[in-house]
């Protein structure tokens, strides 16, 4: 099943959120995205129906392999476009944040995988 800009969002999220703390709920989804609890629990309820996350005793949200796949898939675009738009391209971090937040949704695999090159012949290392 095909996953979206929003649940690819949430992915991410949920694995940053994991590194930093070790313990993630939908409380603390909402609370970093700024977006109600109605609205994060319905959209934890279609990332388990899809197997991305499992959800335990407790409320804890764990990434599946496939939905941890996905996260640091998304993850890796997200550093690596920011990398590209504020080291080879001098644009701010913030408009280098924003922008990169957007293209590492749509981007193809062809043309993120020939930035990747174009960066790593530049000498331009994603911070993670």
């Known amino acids: ?3 979206y800009e929003s649940g690819e969002d949430y992915l991410e999220t949920i694995l940053l959120l994991n590194r ?3 313990y993630v709920r ?3 989804i909402a609370n970093e995205l700024g977006y109600s609890k109605p609205s994060i629990s319905r959209a934890m309820n279609i990332l388990k129906e899809d ?4 959800v335990e005793n ?3 949200i764990v990434l599946t392999e496939q939905g941890r796949a996905k996260a640091e898939a998304v993850y890796e675009r997200h550093v690596t476009i920011t990398a ?5 391209l001098g644009v701010s971090p913030e408009n280098a944040e924003h922008d990169a937040c957007k293209i590492e949704h749509i981007i ?3 043309s993120y995988q020939k930035l990747k090159k ?7 290392a994603p911070k993670r």
Do not use: V
Not at 51 to 54: A, D, E, M, Q, S
Not at 84 to 88: H, S, T, V
């Open 84 to 88: 590209f738009f504020e080291e080879l």
């Open 1 to 3: 099943m095909p996953i």
């Open 118 to 124: 174009y960066m790593a012949q530049q000498g331009a």
């Open 108 to 110: 193809s695999d062809e």
């Open 58 to 60: 407790g409320g804890q």
């Open 26 to 28: 939908s409380i603390d």
């Open 20 to 22: 930093k703390t070790g």
């Open 51 to 54: 197997g991305f996350i499992t």
